[in-house]
């Protein structure tokens, strides 16, 4: 059984790593947790379901449109709602996430709701298991993780090898710095929110066929990917992929394990144990910013 | 080429710069002193658009330049090495150097002119891959003036740059602000240090409780030490 659980663990770490990076990229930016990144995770799940099942697109071009709608929403988010909140205080933005989070929710339940209590996402690839050295593994575990690789390698690119990659990450390490060699700063904010929304958007396409979709599933997603990042060290992109992993597997070893019902309680005694034993996590430093 | 006539700048309900005018001839060094609170740091992030002065204007030439965005103020020409240097620690020098370019286009004039910047400064070319947050304070000093080059600056601001440095780095940032000033650049330079300010500066303004009390050549300063000390709060 061990083995099996470690493939599906790792299959969800990789989603939770990727929801985890999104939720890192906009809080090393901007200082601001986004606690409407669990709802964007949805949208996205929710506007491939729509490309997928309602349009009867391929998948390929479902998912483009998730990426590209969240995307949008996140820039859309940026400019209505956050930029004008640049220079209040911190509760500002915690509230205003947080009223934004019950807004796409709101909207998501509008749109996709009333489907019954749980959406199903048909699979991407054939479902029926092959057999990797005797284990049972799903091609679909296999696509997910393979994808979820992709991504953070092509953002490790990102941030290497582009100037809009470049600014982000000095943006993120002294915005002072970033205005006074002429960075436009508000736009790579705005970007940020972007890309962060679109990462999450990616992860739920890859997500909704594993799992199910509902307008509600949000909130867990963003717990998960908090555990992730208080485990790895919060503002760490290397931490967030070493801490979804993590999540997703000790998840993993538990539902099977201990109990089925002990699977949603892990994450949150990942930030309990964390908190109390290494609260800077496993990769974190005091963040190195100015006053 | 920089004329700042009766600018006034407040945080909410205090005015922290009143009145103050002055100007930076073409290739000239001009310097800003004055204690702690004086305003000299105030007056340089209003000339960078980081703050948005209440009265008064700052033209680069004929331009009124206040009330830009920081990004069109270094496009007209200004660039300010902040005190404290500021340097991207987690990246490399180069890629410092890269980023200080950023409001340019010209991929083969960058090129060249990161050479130039590793030429000024030779301590860099060899460390040009090491993360900027690893090297020593003076070196990180001159990674902020080459990053601040790589726009093409008309007008450099200078806050400080002797600050936190030994007094042997110190000399050797003298003389790297003469060799910039000995090719043409035109330098305000923020300084409490006479020594410095004496050494470098045409002219140097003192600034008491946000507006200029005090205006003498540079050579002069050494002379009025006494005067000075009774202005700087020292």
């Known amino acids: 059984m061990l083995p099996f659980l470690l493939v599906s663990g790792l299959t969800t770490g990789a989603l939770y790593a990727l929801v985890a990076i999104g939720l890192v990229l906009v809080y090393r930016s901007t200082t601001h947790i986004n606690f409407a990144h669990g709802e964007l995770f949805m949208v996205g799940g929710f506007l491939a379901y729509t490309g997928v099942v309602i349009l009867g697109w391929p998948y390929v071009p479902s998912l483009i449109l998730a990426v590209i709608g969240t995307f949008i929403l996140g820039i859309?988010?940026?400019?209505?709602i956050f930029r004008p909140l640049i220079h209040a205080p911190g509760l500002s933005m915690v509230l205003a996430t947080v009223g934004f989070s019950f807004l796409l929710k709101g909207i998501g339940r509008l749109l996709w709701g009333g489907r019954g209590e749980f959406t199903s996402m048909p699979p991407i690839v054939d479902p029926s298991p092959i057999f990797l050295a005797g284990l049972p593994i799903l091609p679909q575990q296999l696509v997910v993780l393979a994808a979820a690789v992709a991504c953070m390698l092509a953002l490790a690119a990102f941030f290497r090898g582009t100037t809009a990659g470049k600014s982000m990450q000095a943006t993120a390490e002294s915005t002072r710095a970033s205005y006074l060699v002429g960075i436009r700063v508000e736009r790579v904010y705005m970007y940020t929110w972007g890309a962060g929304a679109a990462i999450a958007a990616v992860a739920g396409c890859f997500m909704a066929p594993l799992t199910l979709l509902s307008p509600d599933i949000g909130f867990n997603l963003l717990l998960k990917a908090f555990a992730a990042t208080i485990l790895g060290g919060l503002g760490s992109m290397g931490g967030a992929v070493v801490g979804g992993f993590a999540v997703g597997i000790i998840e993993s070893l538990a539902?099977?394990?201990v109990y089925t019902a002990f699977q949603d309680v892990s994450a949150f005694i990942v930030i309990i144990a964390v908190l109390v034993l290494r609260p800077q996590g496993l990769f974190g430093t005091r963040p190195a910013r100015e006053a | 080429m920089l004329r700042v006539e009766g600018l006034s700048v407040?945080?909410?309900?205090?005015?922290?710069?009143?009145?103050?005018?002055?100007?930076v001839p073409d290739g000239e060094i001009v310097a800003l002193m004055g204690g702690n609170g004086a305003g000299k740091s105030t007056t340089l992030n209003a000339l960078s658009?980081?703050?948005?002065?209440?009265?008064?204007?700052?033209?680069?030439?004929?331009?009124?330049?206040?009330?830009?965005?920081p990004h069109d103020v270094v496009m007209a020409g200004i660039v300010q090495v902040p005190q404290g240097r500021y340097v991207w620690p987690s990246m490399t020098v180069r890629d410092n150097l890269v980023l200080g370019a950023v409001t340019r286009r010209d991929k083969a004039g960058i090129a060249r002119d990161i050479e130039a910047q590793l030429d000024l400064f030779p301590a860099l070319r060899e460390r040009q891959k090491v993360r900027a947050g690893a090297l020593s304070g003076g070196q990180q000093q001159m990674v902020a003036i080459a990053r601040a080059l790589m726009a093409r600056p008309k007008l450099l601001l200078m806050d400080e740059p002797s600050h936190g440095l030994s007094p042997k780095i110190v000399e050797e940032m003298i003389d790297i602000?003469?060799?910039?000033?000995?090719?043409?650049?035109?330098?305000?330079l923020v300084e409490q240090n006479v020594g410095v300010a004496a050494a470098l500066a045409g002219t140097a303004h003192v600034l008491r409780n946000g507006e200029i009390a005090l205006t003498a050549p540079g050579g002069e300063l050494l002379n009025n030490a006494q005067l000075l000390k009774s202005y700087l709060g020292r």
């Open chain 1, 76 to 80: 859309v988010s940026d400019r209505a």
């Open chain 2, 177 to 188: 602000i003469r060799t910039l000033h000995k090719r043409g650049m035109t330098i305000l």
């Open chain 1, 255 to 257: 539902g099977g394990y």
């Open chain 2, 49 to 69: 658009g980081l703050l948005k002065p209440r009265g008064g204007a700052i033209k680069l030439g004929d331009r009124r330049i206040d009330g830009l965005h």
């Open chain 2, 10 to 23: 407040w945080y909410g309900a205090t005015e922290v710069l009143r009145n103050v005018g002055f100007t």
